[in-house]
């Protein structure tokens, strides 16, 4: 695992090996990976390493385990490894392995953050590669064998979101949630959001965002200014306090475009999003493909400030709109987002590498 328990990343491959198959045992490490290392977590033995995205920390852990253990190992892509390690280094997606960028790969050594070029030698010596979108099967370099599955949402936690419909009103108005964090590779589409909020209530429009997550973007606060009025930060909130904090909103918003960062990825919180029952208003862009729009979500083709605010504006006046789309989507949820399903795919594949590695 590249980040620390309690993410959204650690939730995955939590929900994953709740959902093992029987006799399975399921090992999940952390950075610094020591306890790992030293085999004090692996003393009944070791028969498949799977490198959770394959970034500088993780690849070289699971490097020296394999070497230790002599087994095969998979790697599972959740993000566009290429356009977040280009955006750390400061450089444009598509030069990511310009000269001025390769002069500062160096400062990737031991990182949680992907070098392009280990990446990708790493990816062709494993036994398989998972992915969470479509799109990121194009990463995966030829001949290597290839799994999608979509990440689900807790059912003991969201599968009955009549229990939490009880919520606080401010002052009447209609509320929009968010629940995530502002980093570098989204602060442009949190800030349309942000603006979507200022430009609905100078419509005359009485909305409220209430959002949660941390704030990974130091320049950020003084980009939205004047959406403060109508913001509530609730900040990071535990994952039991999630389904209440979706039970107060009217609306929830999925801000961004299809570009090279969201095109490759599964947004975590959308599986919530959907099962909560809420409409959802989202990009025509990674899960938004595979929605019917006006059915099961309002679909944003620019994601610009007007668009977010006109599609909010539209659930307010109809509302009979609003509680079809809440329906469709949370049947969606229910019929594609469950980590059943997605275990079942991931394990399948798994056990059949293992096969296929042995000799089976």
């Not at 995955?12 to 198959?21: G, I």
């Not at 950075?31 to 028969?47: A, H, N, T, W």
């Not at 620019?302 to 599609?311: F, N, P, R, T």
Request: hydrophobic fraction near 40%; include cysteine.
């Amino acid at each position: 695992m590249h980040s620390e328990s309690g993410s959204n990343s650690d939730l995955h491959a939590r929900a994953l090996a709740n959902h093992a198959p029987e006799g399975w045992q399921v090992v999940i490490c952390y950075p610094p990976y020591e306890e790992c290392l030293r085999g004090d977590l692996l003393k009944s033995g070791v028969d498949g390493v799977v490198a959770w995205t394959p970034r500088e920390s993780v690849r070289l852990a699971v490097n020296s385990l394999v070497a230790e253990y002599g087994v095969p190992y998979f790697v599972h892509l959740e993000d566009n490894e290429k356009a977040i390690t280009a955006t750390h280094l400061c450089v444009p997606h598509g030069r990511i392995f310009s000269l001025r960028a390769r002069l500062r790969y160096r400062h990737l050594k031991g990182r949680a953050l992907s070098h392009p070029i280990h990446m990708e030698r790493f990816m062709r010596g494993a036994a398989g590669v998972t992915v969470l979108m479509d799109r990121l099967l194009e990463m995966v370099p030829c001949g290597v064998r290839r799994e999608l599955f979509w990440p689900g949402y807790d059912e003991e936690l969201f599968g009955d979101m009549e229990v939490w419909r009880g919520r606080d009103v401010t002052d009447g108005a209609t509320t929009l949630v968010y629940t995530g964090n502002v980093h570098p590779n989204n602060s442009d589409e949190m800030a349309t959001l942000y603006g979507a909020v200022v430009e609905l209530n100078r419509r005359g429009r009485s909305v409220r965002l209430l959002r949660s997550g941390g704030c990974y973007d130091d320049g950020f606060a003084g980009r939205v200014v004047a959406a403060a009025p109508y913001v509530t930060d609730f900040g990071v909130v535990a994952r039991e306090e999630l389904p209440g904090l979706l039970a107060k909103g009217d609306i929830l918003v999925q801000p961004g475009v299809a570009d090279e960062f969201n095109e490759f990825r599964f947004p975590s919180k959308l599986p919530e999003f959907f099962a909560s029952g809420r409409p959802v208003i989202l990009p025509v862009s990674n899960l938004g493909r595979f929605l019917s729009d006006g059915a099961e979500a309002l679909l944003l083709y620019e994601g610009s400030v007007q668009e977010i605010a006109d599609k909010v504006e539209l659930l307010m006046d109809t509302p009979e709109l609003a509680e079809r789309i809440g329906r469709g989507g949370q049947r969606f949820a229910y019929e594609n987002l469950r980590w059943g399903v997605a275990a079942e795919r991931f394990f399948s594949f798994i056990e059949k590498g293992l096969e296929m590695a042995s000799g089976a």
